[in-house]
């Protein structure tokens, strides 16, 4: 993945929490308008959960993406909107509440 469309992505953060928390109906009228790097960055928030942490290899499946692209965002939106928990069998991604 570039470094622009990442940069792209983590400059949206602010944006991607804020789109989030409009009600479902205004995000499927809006979504198809934004950009692909939004777009795409929404997919993998989508699959992520506030609960529990996952794998990157269950993300990227669940958002129909390749495992790089999705680590790669997930990277980007790192500290911003997802928080990665390390444990022995790897990191798990999640949505950061607060």
């Known amino acids: 993945m570039y470094s622009g469309t990442l940069s792209a992505i ?3 953060a602010e944006f991607l929490t804020y789109f ?14 934004l950009d692909k790097p939004q777009r795409m960055a929404l997919k993998v ?3 992520c959960s506030e609960l529990e942490g996952q794998p990157v290899s269950a ?9 790089e692209s999705t680590r790669a965002i ?4 790192e500290g911003k ?4 928990e390390v444990t022995a069998g ?6 950061a509440v607060g």
Not at 74 to 77: F, P, Q, R, S, T
């Open 10 to 12: 983590a400059d949206a």
């Open 20 to 33: 989030r928390k409009l009600p479902r109906a205004q995000q499927d009228l809006i979504a198809p308008h």
């Open 45 to 47: 928030l989508n699959c």
């Open 59 to 67: 993300i990227a499946s669940l958002a129909d993406l390749h495992q």
């Open 74 to 77: 997930l990277k980007a939106l």
């Open 81 to 84: 909107i997802v928080a990665a």
């Open 90 to 95: 790897g990191k798990l991604w999640r949505i």
